[in-house]
T-cell receptor, first 115, second 111 residues
Framework: DAGVIQSPRHEVTEMGQEVTLRCKPISGHDYLFWYRQTMMRGLELLIYFNNNVPIDDSGMPEDRFSAKMPNASFSTLKIQPSEPRDSAVYFC?????????????FGPGTRLTVT | GENVEQHPSTLSVQEGDSAVIKCTYSDSASNYFPWYKQELGKRPQLIIDIRSNVGEKKDQRIAVTLNKTAKHFSLHITETQPEDSAVYFCAAVEGYSTLTFGKGTMLLVSP
């Protein structure tokens, strides 16, 4: 398996623009997570899905952020409008419960810079 | 919700020394405690985990201990090597819900 795939790897945009981040989870995984990582706040969970259904979006910072998972192999995180404080690395992760093991596999991340 | 505290935030050791990173958690219902390693510019990757029915687990040079009564768990790395330099995150979870991560420890191993 290719692992979790994210695109783009880097995104530079101007304040006010719409940004869409994309994620393809590992085939067969039924959980998908979106995280944001910054030096100040560390690794924050934004939202997670189980079987394509959003379960907890309490980490989404505000209404400018939205996430969808239209099918088991694709998810998007959208920021509209973007602001400089949204600059961070955004990770997508997927997992599947296998016995006592519960490993989340992270994608390579998208480094977002909003100027 | 769960709250995970991690210490220290940075740790510098000489090659060959041991390194210990400590975490505490708040939710007594948490029963799974993974540790992730993140090298510079890379993604976090699981290196070891422990469930609440186990007190200690070892995998070559790394080990994790868990004290459920005190609600703390630790990562131990022996015979550190320069390639161990990275940021290490602890996490806690109840059941198969969401992971709550600590803020991370930057480990620097000097040759």
């Amino acid at each position: 398996d290719a692992g979790v795939i994210q695109s783009p790897r880097h995104e530079v945009t101007e304040m006010g623009q719409e940004v869409t981040l994309r994620c393809k989870p590992i085939s067969g995984h039924d959980y998908l997570f979106w995280y944001r990582q910054t030096m100040m706040r560390g690794l924050e969970l934004l939202i997670y899905f189980n079987n394509n259904v959003p379960i907890d979006d309490s980490g989404m910072p505000e209404d400018r952020f939205s996430a969808k998972m239209p099918n088991a192999s694709f998810s998007t995180l959208k920021i509209q409008p973007s602001e400089p404080r949204d600059s961070a690395v955004y990770f997508c992760a997927s997992s599947k419960i296998q016995g006592a093991r519960y490993e989340q596999y992270f994608g390579p991340g998208t480094r977002l810079t909003v100027t | 919700g769960e709250n995970v505290e991690q210490h220290p935030s940075t740790l510098s050791v000489q090659e060959g020394d041991s390194a210990v990173i400590k975490c505490t958690y708040s939710d007594s219902a948490s029963n799974y405690f993974p540790w992730y390693k993140q090298e510079l510019g890379k993604r976090p990757q699981l290196i070891i985990d422990i469930r609440s029915n186990v007190g200690e687990k070892k995998d070559q040079r790394i080990a994790v201990t868990l004290n459920k009564t005190a609600k703390h768990f630790s990562l131990h790395i022996t015979e550190t090597q320069p390639e161990d330099s990275a940021v290490y995150f602890c996490a806690a979870v109840e059941g198969y819900s969401t992971l709550t991560f600590g803020k991370g420890t930057m480990l620097l191993v000097s040759p």
